[in-house]
C-alpha cells in the first residue's frame, strides 16, 4: 500500500523555526511537494524536491532523502499567517499526488 | 489565485442523486486533476485526464467519472450519490511533467 505519515498538529510562537517531519511508504515514488492549505481555502504549492538534498524558498526550505523515505519542511521566521495546514504529497511518474494526512500549524504571539 | 476555477462552490444533494462538478483550468494547462477531501483529512487522488484522455485513476467505484474538454477545462460525474461522498472535491490543474499543481478553490458537496 502507499502511506505517508506526517504530525497531526505542531504549535509555535511568531519569529519561531518550526520542522514538519513526513516518512512515506509508496510505489512509483518520482518526488515529494509541499502544499499549504489555509481553513476553507485550496491548497497552493510551496517546494518540491526531487533529489536528495535541501531546496530553499523564502523563508521555506524542504528536504528530502530518498534512500530514507523521508523529508521536512522547514518554516523559519513564523509570521501568524502561517497557521494553516501543511500537507506532503508524493508525486507519482504521473504526475498524480498522494498527499498525507497534514499537519495543522498553529502560530501564537 | 491561481486561475483554476470551479462551479458551484457549495451543493447539496440527496443520497442517489447524480451530480456534476465542473474546473476550468489554468490558461495553457493540458492536466486536470480531480481530488476529493474529506473533513480533516488529505486530499484524495479520484482520476487525472490529460489531453481529453483518463490518465489514471485512484481507488474510487465506477461511479465517479469524469470528462475533459478540448479547451482543457474538466467535469467530474458522481452517480448514485452515497453520504460518504459528502466532501470538497479539488481540482487541480498543471503542465505534464511539471511538479507544480494549481488547485480551485474547490466544491463543498453535501449528501443528504
Known amino acids: 500500500g502507499q502511506s505517508l505519515e506526517q504530525p497531526s498538529e505542531v504549535t509555535a510562537v511568531e519569529g519561531a523555526i518550526v520542522q514538519i517531519n513526513c516518512t512515506y511508504q509508496?510505489?512509483?515514488?518520482?518526488?515529494l511537494s509541499w502544499y499549504q492549505q489555509h481553513d476553507g481555502g485550496a491548497p497552493t504549492f510551496l517546494s518540491y524536491n526531487a533529489l536528495d538534498g535541501l531546496e530553499e524558498t523564502g523563508r521555506f526550505s524542504s528536504f528530502l532523502s530518498r534512500s530514507d523515505s523521508y523529508g521536512y519542511l522547514l518554516l523559519q521566521e513564523l509570521q501568524m499567517k502561517d497557521s494553516a495546514s501543511y500537507f506532503c504529497a508524493v508525486r507519482h511518474n504521473t504526475d498524480k499526488l498522494i498527499f498525507g494526512t497534514g499537519t495543522r500549524l498553529q502560530v501564537f504571539p | 489565485e491561481t486561475g483554476v476555477t470551479q462551479s458551484p462552490t457549495h451543493l447539496i444533494k440527496t443520497r442517489g442523486q447524480q451530480v456534476t462538478l465542473r474546473c476550468s483550468s489554468q490558461s495553457g494547462h493540458n492536466t486536470v486533476s480531480w481530488y476529493q477531501q474529506a473533513l480533516g483529512q488529505g486530499p484524495q487522488f479520484i482520476f487525472q485526464y490529460y489531453r481529453e484522455e483518463e490518465n489514471g485513476r485512484g481507488n474510487f467505484p465506477p461511479r465517479f467519472s469524469g470528462l475533459q474538454f478540448p479547451n482543457y477545462s474538466s467535469e467530474l460525474n458522481v452517480n448514485a450519490l452515497e453520504l460518504d461522498d459528502s466532501a470538497l472535491y479539488l481540482c487541480a490543474s498543471s503542465l505534464k511533467g511539471q511538479a507544480e499543481a494549481f488547485f480551485g478553490q474547490g466544491t463543498r458537496l453535501t449528501v443528504v
Open positions: 509508496t510505489s512509483g515514488f518520482y518526488g
